[in-house]
């Protein structure tokens, strides 16, 4: 299994991103999809969900309004959009894959994890 995130990247304050993560080796529809980040030092913290169909999501509260998971299981990637990014948004975001129909936002469920991609937000 290898879960490839892409599209991180140096931005300025009130700029958007599009994070991409690309699954193999899975039957990736079978499969809730998670996006955390994780500073240096600190714990890797719950950004945002989605079930296996799409039809549901999850979002960590400072992320509300701001950013938008989506799927596209055609193609066996998920997305994160992120708007209006502040400097505290400044981490490396990781995607996990849980087989579950259902999310959760706790990073010890989750079964695939991603390397990681930079996102750093200039003030």
């Known amino acids: 299994v290898q879960l490839v995130e892409s599209g991180g990247g140096l931005v300025q304050a009130g700029d958007s991103l599009r994070l991409s993560c690309a699954a193999s080796?899975?039957?990736?529809?079978?499969?809730?999809m998670g996006w955390f980040r994780q500073v240096s030092g600190k714990e890797r913290e719950f950004v945002a969900a989605?079930?296996?169909?799409?039809?549901?999501?999850y979002y960590a509260d400072s992320m509300k309004g701001r950013f938008t998971i989506s799927r596209d299981n055609a193609k066996n990637t998920a997305y994160l959009q992120m708007n209006t990014l502040k400097p505290v948004d400044t981490a490396v975001y990781y995607c996990?894959?849980?087989?579950?129909?259902?999310?959760?936002?706790?990073?010890?469920?989750?079964?695939?994890w991603g390397q990681g991609t930079q996102v750093t937000v200039s003030s």
């Open positions: 996990a894959a849980v087989a579950t129909l259902v999310p959760d936002t706790s990073p010890a469920a989750y079964d695939y």
């Open positions: 080796g899975l039957m990736f529809s079978s499969y809730a």
């Open positions: 989605i079930s296996w169909s799409g039809s549901r999501t």
